[in-house]
């Protein structure tokens, strides 16, 4: 999945384990899995080369996608539309 972090999620994160990220809709921190279940277990965490970018292994527990998905990216082209692909 892709989500945003601000410093206080990214600190948040680090010092619980538990994936904490930064809700540009609700203006507030929210714990991945809080009220659904499906919580993210930080496992390692990699900082891209331009230092703008993290990219964190997880411990996923239930769906990472809130349609209950084990991830957000299942839609592909397709003859010039976006179509539903199946899971692997």
Partial sequence: MLA??????????LAMGDVVYWSRSRQC????????GNTQRLVDARLDCDGDTLLLRVHQKGGACHTGR?????????????????EE
């Avoid at 945003?4 to 994160?13: I, Y």
């Avoid at 990216?73 to 692909?85: I, K, N, T």
């Fill in 70 to 86: 084990p991830n957000c990216f299942f839609y592909a082209p397709h003859e010039g539309e976006w179509r539903l692909v199946a």
């Fill in 29 to 36: 921190l929210w714990q991945k899995g809080a009220t659904s």
């Fill in 4 to 13: 945003w972090m601000n410093a206080e999620a990214l600190d948040k994160t």
